[in-house]
């Protein structure tokens, strides 16, 4: 079975540009997660999808930070403009489902570096 | 509102020697808990999860972990590390209904020849 893909694997831009990650969840899973990875820190939610709808975003920089799942699969998030902060790893996960006790599948991650 | 700490931000071990990482919780509901590994430049995989049935948790490569709700631990074993168990670990919670993962900061495993 196929993983959570994720592209591209490096972005490098400078501050005040923007920039758009990609990701496609294991087929068949409902639910897709963006999360942001500091370095030295865990993830951190940003965004929850059920299907094409939100669930959770109350996390999401909403001034500077977008993500749309349009068709209830693959999923883009986009930052614009960036900045220094968003320098980070950026996660995306999917699970058959929402709910306590549901695994999560994780991505490789798309590492940020925001010059 | 949940919470996890993880106690050590880095454990080093001899290879052959047994592992051992801590992590405390906090849950105002009764709590899901997981354990994941992430290798360096590599995605986060599930090692194991708790999800309130027995309490001793086997997970893949030898590790498991333990749920005491009386001391709020759900602390991570392996009898005996490998040189390839070297990464990053983090303990999550999760709660009720669609309450998100919660991450630990994170314990770094260095394994020793």
């Known amino acids: 079975e196929a993983g959570v893909a994720q592209s591209p694997r490096y972005k490098i831009i400078e501050k005040r540009q923007s920039v758009a990650f990609w990701c496609n969840p294991i087929?068949?899973?409902?639910?897709l997660y963006w999360y942001q990875q500091i370095l030295g820190q865990g993830p951190k939610l940003l965004i929850q999808f059920q299907n094409n709808g939100v669930v959770d975003d109350s996390q999401l920089p909403k001034d500077r930070f977008s993500a749309e799942r349009l068709k209830g699969v693959d999923s883009t998030l986009k930052i614009q403009p960036a900045k220094l902060e968003d320098s980070a790893v950026y996660l995306c996960?999917?699970?058959?489902?929402?709910?306590?006790?549901?695994?999560?599948?994780f991505g490789p991650g798309t590492r940020l570096l925001v010059l | 509102a949940q919470s996890v700490t993880q106690l050590d931000s880095h454990v080093s071990v001899s290879e052959g020697t047994p592992v051992l990482l801590r992590c405390n919780y906090s849950?105002?509901?009764?709590?899901?808990l997981f354990w994941y590994v992430q290798h360096p430049n590599k995605g986060l995989q599930l090692l194991l999860k708790?999800?309130?049935?027995?309490?001793l948790v086997k997970g893949i490569n030898g590790f498991e972990a333990e749920f005491k709700k009386s001391e709020t631990s759900f602390h991570l074993t392996k009898p005996s590390a490998h040189m390839s168990d070297a990464a990053e670990y983090f303990c999550?919670?999760?709660?009720?209904?669609?309450?998100?993962?919660?991450f630990g900061k994170g314990t770094r495993l260095s394994v020793i020849a």
């Open positions: 996960a999917s699970s058959v489902n929402s709910g306590a006790g549901e695994t999560q599948y």
């Open positions: 999550v919670v999760s709660g009720s209904g669609n309450t998100p993962l919660v």
């Open positions: 708790y999800t309130s049935a027995a309490t």
């Open positions: 087929s068949g899973h409902a639910t």
């Open positions: 849950s105002s509901y009764s709590p899901s």
